[in-house]
């Protein structure tokens, strides 16, 4: 399970990384940089249960903020999104967003639930 934590705590120190050339970088350099964070400790045997779940919920709730982004994106039969890194029209940004935040929620879910488990053994 060591290696799954540092490969996760990788890729989300790259989404970091790349975030530093973003207008409104902060709150993603934040949020891959927190979950960079959990990874690291939980490869070395730490789990913070509480921060994990609580970050879990605020990315969540962000998420859900920008679901009717998404399904509008939906509904206009799902253009693409990865003609470049240019986002030419708004709804490429956001599902990218929201996508981005779908990753991330799948990962700390995947922790917190690590975490508990590491706590009954």
Not at 23 to 42: H, M, N, S
Not at 73 to 86: E, K
Not at 108 to 121: I, K, N, P, Q, Y
């Amino acid at each position: 399970m060591r290696i799954l934590h540092i490969l996760l705590a990788l890729l989300f120190l790259a989404c970091t990384v790349l975030q530093f050339n973003d207008e409104g970088a902060l709150p993603w350099i934040a949020a891959y940089g927190l979950v960079t964070l959990l990874f690291t400790a939980a490869a070395f045997g730490r789990y913070y249960r509480p921060l994990a779940l609580m970050l879990t919920i605020i990315l969540a709730v962000w998420a859900l903020l920008l679901l009717p982004a998404f399904i509008d994106w939906l509904r206009m039969g799902a253009p693409t999104i990865t003609g470049s890194m240019q986002a030419e029209s708004p709804h490429v940004e956001l599902v990218r967003e929201f996508l981005g935040l779908l990753i991330a929620i799948a990962a700390m879910s995947f922790l917190v639930w690590r975490g508990t488990r590491a706590a009954r053994s």
